[in-house]
């Protein structure tokens, strides 16, 4: 690209300078892509240099800059000519000279904005995790960014079987390492080195050959022991030969898929925590709740998922194991009518999983009573994890097998309880905030007073970079797109002025990232087609919800009630735009005749909402009601809604032809549109984030641009308009989307890869330098320099 740029700039250097004067016309400091892309558009129509440049590649360069910095004499540019390939260059407007910069330079200019005052050219402390994964193989083409198992398999397979041909013995030394309650899995010590593997795998062929394929291991079990095998192969002869044979091919030819196969099947994994501390975190009364929405749901869920898929497993090795998860978070003594005040809570819908929770201590080892906003809850963490780490290993009674992280908090908790219980790490961001408020890094100081975003981002640089593997909802959420940069791709150089640089921090071609979507529960979001399932027993509630008389806990009387619905349902914050979306409906006359809009969010008495943000909306909702006289054509209920009355307020709207829509300005995943699709409703979900990979645009739903709240409008209007002309059509979107989620968004998919990769990881942790352990030093020591001052002026 600077190659392309000088050649421009010595053919067209008058022309460019006249347009880096129009950009310093714009008297801005910081210019987005879409200022310098707007900008560019009007400039290529307007002047003669424009339409001189307008016939260069410069157009399609500019393309690819994601942000400009301004500061005279001198324009520095950040250009992303390709997903997580950064390049950044530099304009003299006076000597009219281009340049290239390194990232460093870049930041440190940037830094000026925030911080002129500081001398240039002085040293500040710069994260930099490069040389240390030098050697380390990574990911070339961006379509493999979240398929990082499959380029590990691919990697590392050959060159470890190629060394097991001299004598190796990492693979039997893993194979060994499996027991359980004192029980020896796999292989025993009659097997000594691979010559005599490879031995006893023909010798047990031979004689489970003249078996029957149904045939259990008790019937085989002394022959087979003798040989070096023990329990865990397979739960009959059928099984435990196609294991055997798993292995014999895998040492003759490594291949990817057969690798795969066979460590899937080892008996790896009997017991996970997952990290989860901040919010109301119960299965019943808390969603809505501050800091309380779609993780808690996603959690349970996964909790059933994984469990069910756990016993599948266990049993179909022939072990008789029973397995345990204990979702780790924080006890609340002052639950305000939840169960957040108990130690233990079974999960509904398992055998053997609970919550267990864990009270935040303050510096004199006294339990913090009160809620905490996730902003605030850092200087607990550690001795948190401490604590919640001897609980678990006392459920448990040992180690758990693999620890998940959640959200910020909960990914660094796990990081720290990781490295030491010495377990196999997994992390699950669900959101990374630096993403949602716009230059939240640059400007970093003036929220810190209430976000504290020094401190998460140092934690997500921490968690990100010591898990053993990263999961992600969608593609975007890693990489973003072409035109986008992804929630974890923005972490790769950043800075905080006066704090740290980073000029390497994460990088999205690192093989621990994996994509895993997940899904809705099947038992209570199903398609409103599906009669004999439907809770018919609520409707008379339902109705009375959405079209009975007001009360304290909603606002509006829809005066139409044959009228479709519009429905959304979310947490009444900022980023959720629901706000937004109420504004965008009461400006479109045609649309408030074609449909009714039904609200579920927040409270409807500010007074009953403990969380600053939440309140300015309630407040500006109801001023938007009152100027644009909303209450017969919206129904707005500040209830809180359990799973199963949801499940069938989604397929209530749908019976009357409805739609949902999701207004979100960002949203990480978007787990309300999963389930709207996943009960047969038409869905329109903003295209900031996972619903425009869920959602396959005018097939399966459709996308909206939240900063764009007139077309979003209209393109509702004109759907209701399509399905009165043609009503089959509402019809095909909604099959469009079970089909979708059918394919791609369920449970069971998301178990069944989640425990692949837990066993995969596992396995090359142990057998490679996966570990990183001059990574993990580097980072224990920006923890105590960086992270724990951070937290502990939180407090303060």
Known sequence: MPTRLNDILRRHGDEIHVLMEFYFSLGRSLLLRSDLWD????????????????????????????????????IYFAARPRIGRWTYWCYHRERRELDTAPVSRFLAFKERLVSPEHPPGERVLELDLGPFNREFPKLMEARSIGRGVEFLNRRLSSELFHELGRGDKRLLEFLRVHQSRGRQLMLNQVIGDVAELRRALRRADDYLSNHPPQAGW??????????????????????????????????????????????????????????????????????????????VVYILDQVRALEQEMYRRIREQGLDIEPRILVVTRLIPEAQGTTCDQRMEAIDGTRNAHILRVPFRDAQGEVVPQWISRFEIWPYLETFAVEAGEQILLELGGRPDLIIGNYSDGNLVASLMADRLQVTQCNIAHALEKTKYLHSDLYWQAHEQQHHFACQFTADLISMNTANFIIASTYQEIAGTTESVGQYESHMAFTLPGLYRVVNGIDVYDPKFNIVSPGADAATYFPFTDAERRLDHLHDDIHELVFGPQRADVRGELQQPDKPLIFTLARLDTIKNITGLVQWYARNPALREQANLLVVAGHIDPDDSTDAEERGQIEKLHGLMDEYQL?????????????????????????????????????????????????????????????QEIIEHGISGFHIDPNHGAAAAENLSRFFQRCADTPKYWHTISQGGLQRVEARYTWKLYAERMMTLSRIYGFWKYVTDLERDETRRYLEMFYALQYRPLARRVSS
């Open 39 to 74: 900008g560019l558009q009007q400039f290529l129509g307007e002047t003669d240099a424009g339409r001189v440049l307008a016939e260069t590649e410069l157009p399609a360069i500019i393309s690819t800059v994601q942000e400009a910095v301004l500061d005279s004499p001198w």
């Open 218 to 295: 008790d019937e085989v079990a002394d022959e087979l022991q003798a040989l070096g095998f023990e329990m865990g192969w397979g739960s009959n002869v059928e099984r435990i030969r196609d294991s055997l044979l798993l292995l014999s091919d895998i040492l003759e030819a490594p291949e990817p898929a057969s690798l795969e196969r066979f460590l899937g099947r080892l008996p790896m994994i009997f017991s996970l925590a997952i990290l989860s501390p901040h919010g109301f975190f119960a299965q019943h009364n808390v969603t809505g709740r501050p800091d309380t929405g779609g993780q």
């Open 631 to 691: 209450d017969a054509q919206l129904r707005w209920v500040g209830a809180r809604l359990d799973k199963q009355f949801c499940g069938e307020l989604y397929r209530y709207v749908a019976d009357r032809r409805g739609v949902f829509v999701q207004p979100a300005l960002f949203e990480a995943f978007g787990l309300t549109v999963i389930e709207a699709m996943s009960c047969g409703l038409p869905t329109f979900a903003t295209c900031f984030g996972g619903p």
